[in-house]
């Protein structure tokens, strides 16, 4: 079965820098879209940043300028590289991927990773 798995977050200071990575595995054949989301406490998830199969990228205006999406196709794998991290990013970080499988396309979501950035 196809998995989704987040890596990478962690506490840090604000104005530090954090990697985080997303790995899809299971019986893939194609991934589409892939993107990033957070919810904090008490608040709705919100878009971080979108990228397509060819590499196009969508970010969130919050954080335009200091996080970079990327992705690894022969690895299926994403990443999101977040500098000058501020107290508001603290949030969930979850990875979603719309995959193609043998059998059916259908959009896939990770567990979440926690992201803390203290002042």
């Known amino acids: 079965q196809v998995q989704v798995l987040e890596s990478g977050g962690g506490l840090v200071q604000a104005g530090g820098s954090l990697t985080l990575s997303c790995a899809a595995s299971?019986?893939?054949?194609?991934?589409?879209?892939m993107g990033w989301y957070r919810q904090a406490p008490g608040k709705e998830r919100e878009l971080v940043a979108l990228?397509?199969?060819?590499?196009?990228?969508n970010y969130a205006d919050s954080v335009k300028g200091r996080f970079t999406i990327s992705r690894d196709n022969a690895k299926n794998t994403m990443y999101l590289q977040m500098n000058s991290l501020k107290p508001g990013d603290t949030a969930v970080y979850y990875c979603?991927?719309?995959?193609?499988?043998?059998?059916?396309?259908?959009?896939?979501w990770g567990q979440g990773t926690q992201v803390t950035v203290s002042s």
């Open positions: 299971g019986p893939i054949r194609r991934i589409d879209d």
């Open positions: 979603t991927a719309r995959i193609l499988t043998y059998t059916h396309i259908n959009s896939f």
């Open positions: 990228t397509t199969r060819g590499g196009s990228t």
